[in-house]
């Protein structure tokens, strides 16, 4: 009998939300955006954003967080194999508070109030959602797992202050699903063989 149970080290469990924009559909992306709401990882819970943007503090990245122990933890664990960039632990944190608004039956939104600006994502007008399974281990060669539940959005925005940036959604296929370049990632755990 097959057991129920995966034999994977859970990494962090919850969710990771990202826009990523490009001044024209399927062109060079020039915002890009990584939400983390944590339940769990050994260094606690807690959010953290990521933002990156042509239009933003001269297109250095930037961090904001309620969780610095978490959020270092993201950076290694995680985002050094995703994007890099947001895997700097040199970045400097910002103190922020998350609230979320809305739902995936029309708009979605993540807010990120910090003493010098608000930060608000916008998902909506939403394509059908999928599983995303992706496994750890020798078979498919990735160091990490990772399940998650995408609703992938045609449409997004970013603002920063009162400012929106600019840019475009683009479609794209994750193998056989129809998804996009901004997606509410919710129900995801990393794991690791």
């Given at each position: 009998?097959?057991?129920p149970?995966d034999?994977?080290q859970?990494r962090?469990?919850g969710?990771?939300?990202?826009i990523?924009l490009?001044?024209e559909e399927?062109?060079t992306?020039?915002?890009?955006t990584s939400?983390?709401?944590?339940?769990?990882?050994?260094a606690g819970?807690?959010?953290?954003?990521f933002?990156k943007?042509?239009?933003?503090?001269?297109g250095?990245?930037r961090?904001?967080?309620d969780?610095?122990?978490?959020?270092?933890?993201?950076?290694?664990?995680i985002?050094?194999m995703l994007?890099?960039?947001?895997?700097?632990?040199?970045?400097p944190?910002?103190?922020?508070?998350?609230s979320r608004?809305?739902?995936?039956?029309?708009a979605?939104?993540e807010h990120?109030?910090a003493s010098?600006?608000?930060?608000?994502l916008s998902?909506?007008?939403f394509?059908?959602?999928?599983?995303?399974?992706?496994p750890a281990?020798?078979a498919?060669g990735?160091?990490?797992?990772?399940y998650?539940c995408?609703?992938?959005?045609r449409?997004?925005?970013?603002?920063?202050?009162d400012?929106?940036?600019?840019g475009v959604?683009s479609?794209e296929?994750r193998?056989p699903?129809?998804s996009?370049?901004?997606?509410c990632?919710w129900?995801e755990?990393?794991?690791?063989?």
């Amino acid at each position: 009998m097959t057991s129920p149970v995966d034999p994977v080290q859970i990494r962090l469990t919850g969710e990771n939300s990202f826009i990523r924009l490009s001044p024209e559909e399927g062109g060079t992306q020039t915002t890009r955006t990584s939400h983390w709401r944590v339940l769990w990882t050994p260094a606690g819970a807690g959010h953290v954003l990521f933002l990156k943007s042509d239009e933003v503090d001269g297109g250095r990245a930037r961090v904001y967080s309620d969780n610095v122990a978490m959020t270092r933890y993201v950076q290694e664990e995680i985002e050094s194999m995703l994007f890099p960039e947001f895997g700097d632990t040199s970045l400097p944190v910002i103190h922020a508070e998350f609230s979320r608004s809305g739902g995936i039956d029309s708009a979605y939104n993540e807010h990120v109030a910090a003493s010098t600006e608000t930060v608000v994502l916008s998902w909506h007008d939403f394509l059908t959602p999928y599983m995303l399974n992706n496994p750890a281990g020798e078979a498919s060669g990735r160091t990490h797992g990772v399940y998650s539940c995408f609703f992938p959005a045609r449409q997004a925005q970013i603002t920063v202050g009162d400012k929106a940036l600019s840019g475009v959604v683009s479609l794209e296929m994750r193998g056989p699903a129809q998804s996009s370049t901004a997606c509410c990632a919710w129900s995801e755990t990393w794991v690791k063989p």
